[in-house]
């Protein structure tokens, strides 16, 4: 798999810090990973001559690193959809996006998070909504680690509303339910904005595509496309796309994409900087214990 070709060293670096992770699973596991600084490349790797690394698929991505970080001496990875997050509350108009939104002459690329899902149970009651459920893995170049079960809203837009405003959409109990459902009590207070997320990244509420209250578009930070509950193994990828709000580019992240296509355009976002310790503690019949490094 490893080609004779060495990746073009990245001009620029761009450091972002990552929020720790101390969560529960739905399925009673619990997750807690320390808080982390990554630095991302500017741009999707190339080859010494140019050439975009696009004819990979996902689930080759994580053997093409380790072999290529033995050989180099390097340690290169692919970020998690929570670290991915991190990166994009950089803004989409950070220039690290640019061939994301096709910028400043730029062809339009897309790239991978290291995350996929398994089908898992059936489903689960959300907010008016049914929440997918999956079993999650982390795709690493050491090797795939088995995360728990999330629970994932059905395709739409992520809102950014604050606790008035969502309260409004979805009534007290409904915050209690979210609540729930994200691992941590709504403690937003009015004017703040409620995360929807869980602290793995999957949003626990999503709204229509082009949902408006009296202001238009409601206010959303991405669109999220989810697989079915029966899916079999699916891949993430974050690109940009802005056919459901005219010449409105948004970031989607598609969380339903097949690992075993490898399309034009579609790379991954190279990151590298500190170890994080992860821990994941099963509560079955007895403690269980796995332990690893992002």
């Not at 990166?87 to 939104?101: Q, V």
């Not at 339009?108 to 290291?114: D, N, T």
Request: aromatic share 10%.
């Amino acid at each position: 798999m490893l080609p004779e070709k060495k990746l073009s060293a990245p001009q620029e670096w761009i450091e972002v810090k990552v929020p720790g992770v101390d969560a529960n699973l739905y399925n009673g596991s619990q997750i807690y990973v320390t808080e982390h600084t990554i630095q991302v490349a500017s741009r999707y790797p190339t080859y010494e001559d140019g050439e975009l690394v696009d004819d990979l698929k996902q689930s080759d991505v994580a053997k093409f690193l380790n072999e290529y970080n033995k050989s180099n001496n390097c340690a290169f990875r692919y970020p998690t959809l929570f670290e991915d997050e991190a990166i994009r509350k950089l803004g989409k108009n950070h220039a690290i996006f640019d061939e994301n939104f096709q910028r400043n002459g730029m062809p339009w690329k897309w790239g991978y998070v290291a995350d996929f899902t398994l089908p898992y149970g059936n489903g689960e009651e959300g907010i008016n909504q049914m929440l997918t459920t999956r079993k999650l893995f982390y795709r690493l170049p050491d090797g795939d680690a088995e995360i728990g079960v999330t629970t994932i809203a059905p395709s739409g837009m992520v809102p950014l509303l604050t606790r008035e405003q969502i309260k409004k959409l979805i009534g007290a109990d409904g915050l209690k339910k979210l609540g729930k459902l994200r691992g941590k009590e709504i403690y937003e207070k009015d004017n703040e904005i409620v995360d929807v997320r869980n602290a793995l990244g999957y949003p626990q509420l999503t709204l229509y595509h082009n949902q408006k209250d009296e202001n238009g578009i409601i206010s959303h930070s991405y669109h999220i496309y989810t697989p079915n509950q029966n899916s079999n193994e699916t891949v993430g990828v974050r690109y940009a796309d802005w056919y459901h709000l005219g010449e409105r580019r948004c970031f989607d992240v598609s969380l339903r994409a097949d690992p075993g296509r490898s399309l034009s355009g579609r790379s991954f976002p190279l990151v590298r900087g500190d170890v994080a310790e992860a821990k994941i503690e099963k509560k079955i019949l007895f403690l269980e214990k796995n332990e690893f490094q992002i």
